[in-house]
């Protein structure tokens, strides 16, 4: 039922959000990109996950999970936020 | 002694509901003296994970960056007459609604969202709840910076708080904002942050800042794009406030239900006037009103009731209502306002050619056949110089307060018209589901302070349209009245002469 | 001959919202402050009474003994807004970020001496759940106060309440050397020891009270008008004797923080106080009743850190407020300089 319901999260096309995409997309096998006018939404099934080293390599600087909140625009599913990652999944 | 660092799940319960206290010395029923009267019961407040821990320092840092760079499109929008970059000036009639019905309702989220701050039993709701309250000061007063600079240019915009308070389609979204913050905290939770933050936003958020978008409004969707963030803090809340409520006891279940079919309902008669927005006041459009209701509620709101079918709740009664009217509430709407644009705050006018193809091809059921031919008519009339104003006044929904012009769902050509009886009185609806809510809480409905009930009652500024107009402070000939021929229309035109041609559907009389 | 059509033709048809000119008695344009707080609230034509509280209107004057002909008299000093006080917190949330981030990596606690590093976190961590409940009443003066403008403000103390518990509760972790131990204790402290229970009972009798300005009073005026100047102070003074630099720089946040809300909660006294003798008196009761609450909070924990110099530093914070709202008007007749 809901596991085979995709999560997503939206994210602006801006410098950082253009990282952490990119982060998506090499870190979570089966997420798939929708690139739209001034946003790109991913969407994955069961669970996505966002490593802060992962996006701190794309960007060249410390990236902290929490720095999400400059970025997203929508998001689908429930919140899990840790210091090195920020995922969304749905509960079972 | 190994010393243990705590990771951010860990520091962020000693940030937040570590702060709280079991009180002793005074009763926990009596510093939270709203938290059981409607019934819910709530077993282990700590149960609430926080979706998002989100710490003040983060929260001041963030919003401050994206206020910097919000403000910078203001300043630079102002600074460079950005108005001048808008497809055509009948797009801020679409601005003018957002100030007068939406940018009060921010205000009111604001304000109520403290309430649940303070009210709430369960600290890391608390928590959430009080960040929610400024993000919506925070778009309160954005939308009110934003606009502010066309309201130096455009009309409609100049009084909003008092007709907000006063005119009579603006009871809608008062009213409506009104019955969520006089309910109970629970109700609050489940009709804003769940009803309309999660289910129904889309309907709100993306019809205005893409209308902004596809016409030229580079602040507007500076401002759309700034406050998602805050937004999809607010849908998380929704989401998971009603999954915490619903997994705490079973006999919460038949509560929530019902105020998820009655603030879908209210939330959905609301979205009429979006609807209109979307369908008429957009110059270059983005989609229609049945497109935005099938992508944004039956799509998304299916897999979202699937999901909450394992707590026994299923989708919202008159789901299926909204649905079969998706052909026919924008046109309906902008019916109402076409005749009574004399005593609103917006303009309407005549609709075109090229519009009534769009109109055509979007709604292939509905539109040719129940209501092209009254637009043909009445631009004949405006043509002949006999624009058709309704000098009446319109029967109001005693619960939505829309004028009462929806149609039965199985039959387009009767008002759809329903009657409650209370303490000797009869009371008006437009539909089962406005029906439904005055017959659950007719005392609460019964106090309504309808705009037309009180027109007549001498209430408004006195017995005729003038002394109304007046008393809503709508600057006569500017505020009101047909676009054309309005010192808007006059203003724009001197703007665009020798910058670019007038847009296609410009004159109504060819 | 050309001429650039934006200076000819883009002129405003008018300065600001009417609403604000109607204040101003002219149009002529308003500040981004005066645009996001004047009239903004709704004032009338109410659809239905609060389910909470059906003897009063959802916005209502009559929530509190204060009486306002205009209850956008109370201007805030600072002119924040949503953006100008974010962004203002931000750059002090910063200094702070910095002091621990200097502290931590040189390891400049284990330069303090021991006791009084117990003394410093037997004082200050505890205040964290004292902050909480401050920010509980910041929000009731936020959902029941009457005007934008003082709504808007209190909403915006309510925030910095959390953030200074949050802060609080980080200089916790470092004194805790990374662990919750030292939060652990303190709230166990909060909750069980003799010298914390006035104030603990005093935060939870706070709670229970219904008229929010008399809150605003008793937790904005009094309550942290003996709290602040002790700790950022008489107790951050005491600390000088044993290597405590490294604590002050930590909780220097406190002391700036206090002298930015007083100048806001000072001129919101004033202002009520000079609207009548009627308010004076209001102000002069609560002012009174809460300040005996208030001292003897305080007075167990000065004691505990500065010993028999306690009783003389509460007695000269008191003195100080007290003074201070003399010189608002706050009290009465304004006591003449001898």
New interface residues.
């Given amino acids: 039922?809901?596991q085979q319901?995709p999560v997503s999260i939206t994210l602006?096309n801006s410098q950082d959000g253009a990282a952490i995409a990119d982060a998506i997309m090499a870190d979570n096998p089966g997420a798939q990109r929708r690139s739209m006018?001034?946003m790109t939404k991913i969407d994955c099934p069961g669970r996505l996950e966002i490593r802060a080293n992962s996006v701190s390599e794309r960007l060249g600087r410390d990236w902290d999970p929490?720095?999400i909140?400059?970025?997203?625009?929508?998001?689908s599913g429930?919140?899990d936020?840790?210091?090195d990652y920020f995922a969304v999944y749905?509960r079972q | 002694m190994t010393a243990r660092k705590l990771n951010l799940k860990q520091k962020y319960g000693h940030f937040t509901r570590g702060l709280d206290w079991e009180p002793s010395y005074q009763n926990k029923d009596d510093i939270f003296p709203f938290a059981k009267y409607e019934g819910i019961k709530v077993h282990d407040w700590d149960a609430w994970e926080d979706p998002f821990k989100l710490t003040m320092d983060a929260y001041w840092k963030f919003q401050a960056e994206k206020e910097r760079k919000l403000y910078a499109v203001i300043d630079s929008m102002a600074q460079n007459n950005g108005q001048l970059g808008i497809t055509d000036a009948r797009y801020l009639n679409a601005v003018k609604l957002f100030i007068q019905a939406v940018t009060p309702l921010e205000y009111q989220a604001h304000r109520h969202f403290a309430h649940l701050a303070r009210h709430l039993p369960g600290a890391g709701l608390r928590v959430a709840a009080q960040m929610q309250s400024i993000d919506e000061l925070r778009h309160c007063q954005t939308q009110i910076h934003t606009i502010s600079h066309y309201n130096k240019f455009f009309d409609g915009m100049h009084d909003f708080t008092h007709m907000h308070d006063r005119l009579w389609y603006l009871s809608v979204p008062k009213s409506f904002f009104d019955d969520a913050s006089t309910a109970g905290p629970f109700e609050f939770l489940t009709s804003i942050s769940f009803a309309f933050e999660y289910v129904l936003t889309n309907l709100l958020f993306v019809p205005f800042m893409s209308g902004a978008a596809y016409n030229g409004d580079m602040a507007t969707v500076t401002f759309g794009f700034s406050a998602q963030s805050d937004e999809s803090r607010h849908m998380t809340l929704g989401l998971e406030a009603v999954r915490f409520l619903l997994e705490q006891d079973e006999a919460n279940v038949p509560i929530v239900q019902g105020w998820i079919d009655k603030w879908f309902w209210r939330g959905y008669r609301l979205l009429t006037l979006v609807g209109m927005m979307m369908d008429y006041m957009l110059p270059k459009k983005v989609m229609s009103w049945a497109e935005a209701w099938e992508t944004y509620y039956e799509q998304a709101g299916g897999a979202l009731f699937a999901d909450l079918a394992r707590y026994g709740i299923r989708e919202p009664k008159y789901a299926e209502i909204a649905k079969k009217e998706k052909g026919h509430i924008s046109h309906q709407a902008w019916t109402i306002f076409y005749n009574y644009t004399h005593a609103a705050a917006v303009h309407t006018w005549d609709v075109d050619d090229q519009h009534l193809a769009w109109l055509r091809e979007k709604y292939p059921e509905t539109f040719e056949q129940f209501y092209e031919q009254r637009y043909l008519k009445w631009r004949d009339q405006a043509n002949q110089g006999k624009r058709f104003y309704n000098n009446g006044l319109p029967q109001l929904c005693q619960v939505c307060q829309v004028p009462m012009a929806f149609t039965e769902v199985d039959d387009p050509t009767t008002i759809s018209f329903r009657v409650s009886e209370f303490g000797g009185d009869k009371y008006h609806t437009c539909s089962d589901g406005c029906k439904d809510i005055f017959d659950h809480e007719p005392e609460k409905f019964s106090q309504a302070w309808l705009p037309v009930h009180q027109i007549f009652q001498g209430n408004c500024g006195g017995a005729t349209v003038p002394e109304v107009l007046d008393w809503y402070h709508i600057n006569k000939g500017a505020d009101n009245m047909d676009y054309a021929g309005s010192p808007e229309e006059a203003q724009w035109e001197k703007w665009m002469e020798g910058r670019r041609p007038a847009p296609p559907f410009a004159a109504a009389a060819e | 001959m050309n001429i650039d059509i934006q200076a000819e033709a883009i002129t405003p048809r008018r300065q600001t919202f009417s609403h604000i000119a109607r204040r101003f008695g002219v149009d002529k344009p308003a500040s981004r402050y005066e645009e996001a707080t004047f009239d903004v609230q709704p004032v009338t034509n109410f659809h239905y009474r609060p389910t909470w509280d059906p003897e009063r209107e959802l916005f209502d004057p009559r929530r509190t003994a204060v009486e306002m002909a205009d209850w956008y008299s109370f201007r805030d000093p600072r002119q924040f807004y949503y953006a100008t006080y974010n962004i203002n917190r931000a750059a002090m949330q910063q200094s702070f970020d910095d002091a621990v981030s200097f502290v931590d990596k040189r390891d400049l606690i284990g330069n303090v001496d021991a006791d009084w590093l117990k003394v410093f976190a037997g004082y200050l961590l505890p205040m964290r759940h004292v902050e909480w409940a401050a920010n509980m009443n910041c929000q009731l003066i936020a959902d029941w106060g009457y005007g934008t403008q003082i709504t808007s403000a209190a909403s915006f103390c309510g925030t910095d309440r959390l953030g200074i518990a949050q802060i609080i509760s980080r200089i916790g972790l470092v004194v805790g050397a990374g662990t919750d131990e030292a939060l652990v204790a303190a709230k166990a402290e909060w909750m069980e020891a003799p010298e914390w229970q006035p104030m603990r009972r005093l935060a939870e009798d706070l709670l229970v009270v219904r008229d929010w300005f008399e809150v605003f009073v008793a937790q904005l005026v009094v309550l942290d008008g003996y709290v602040y100047p002790l700790v950022t102070q008489a107790f951050d003074r005491a600390g000088a004797a044993h290597n405590g630099a490294p604590l002050s720089m930590m909780t220097g946040f406190l002391a700036d923080w206090y002298a930015d809300n007083s100048r806001w909660t000072d001129a919101v006294i004033k202002t009520a106080a000079a609207e009548s003798g009627g308010n004076r008196k209001v102000l002069k009761d609560w002012f009174d009743g809460w300040t005996r609450r208030a001292e003897e909070a305080v007075r167990p924990i000065a004691d505990g850190v500065l010993g028999d110099r306690g009783l003389l530093a509460v007695a000269e914070a008191a003195a100080d407020l007290r003074k201070r709202m003399i010189g608002l008007g706050a009290l009465g007749e304004k006591e003449l300089a001898a």
């Fill in positions: 039922m809901t319901q602006q006018h001034a929490q720095e909140h400059m970025s997203v625009i929508s998001l429930t919140v936020e840790d210091d749905w």
